[in-house]
């Protein structure tokens, strides 16, 4: 295969990274609204538009914020609005994402958990994009560092890398099937497969990264890894607190 992957488009030459990423996002949201139809528990308009709302503005807000720390000193060198846009981080779109919707509910007065219903929707989202990551090889900044290990990958140039985008594919993949076998039992409260989820995938990225370029900001850590040091922080004090339903 040679990298990077790319599609002819209306005449124009599309990389596969953005054009995966469309069609996550497409696929995501069309899960998410079958499955909401399908659920007992209605919102409503208010409080569903308001989660949207704020999911999205928070998500878009996250993803170039961290995108673009993720190297602070080269920052404000040669500042433009493509830059900004371009650089953008599922890590920072998934954390102020959260943000977004606990302020909208807030704002709502709505107190009950709305995040299972999205987990397996991010999840589908997420491994389409990634797909489109590990077609556009080393073009876009979703590459691993050199290996000598048997999973090493030729991804465009003359180093075999570790293949991140596949790896984080397989973990998402194996991540569906626990938190499915998890959220069949039944016994935990509305919220609970949504605060494992975070937990998990923060937990994954922040190892991760350490296979991934990465600008040192503090010891041997990255921007990433130190957002995702906080939200594994806040998540495991959530489920700390969480008990199961036979409990109460």
């Known amino acids: 295969m040679d990298f990077p992957v790319t599609f002819q488009i209306f005449g124009k030459t599309v990389l596969a990274h953005p054009l995966f990423e469309a069609i996550g996002m497409f696929m ?5 609204f ?6 007992p528990e209605k919102l409503s308009f208010n409080t569903s538009a308001a ?5 999205t503005a928070g998500a878009l807000f996250g993803s170039k914020l961290i995108g673009n720390l993720e190297n ?9 609005i493509r830059k ?4 953008n981080t599922i890590v920072g779109g998934l954390a102020f994402g959260l943000m977004g919707v ?20 991010l999840i589908l989202a997420i491994i389409i994009g990634r797909i489109g990551c590990f077609l556009t090889g080393i073009y876009e900044e979703t590459y691993g560092l050199p290996t000598d290990s048997v999973f090493g990958m030729h991804l465009g140039d003359s180093y075999l890398r570790h293949p991140v985008a596949l790896y984080e594919i397989v973990f998402l993949i194996g991540l569906w099937f ?44 990255g921007t990433i890894q130190l957002l995702c040091i906080c939200v594994i922080i806040y998540y ?4 700390k607190s969480t008990q199961p339903l036979n409990s109460y």
């Open 28 to 32: 995501g949201m069309r899960y998410y």
């Open 34 to 39: 079958y499955l909401k139809r399908k659920a």
């Open 84 to 87: 900004i846009w371009s650089n």
């Open 236 to 239: 495991i004090y959530k489920i």
């Open 102 to 121: 606990e302020l909208a509910k807030k704002i709502v007065n709505h107190k009950e958990s709305t995040g299972d219903l999205i987990v397996y929707p």
């Open 51 to 55: 989660v949207l709302i704020g999911a």
């Open 178 to 221: 626990v938190l499915k076998k998890i959220q069949n039992k039944r016994i935990y409260p509305s919220g609970f497969i949504f605060q494992l989820f975070m937990l998990s995938y923060f937990t994954f990225r922040f190892f991760l990264d350490f296979i991934k370029p990465r600008v040192e900001i503090v010891g041997n850590l």
């Open 72 to 80: 602070p000193y080269t920052f404000f060198e040669g500042v433009s």
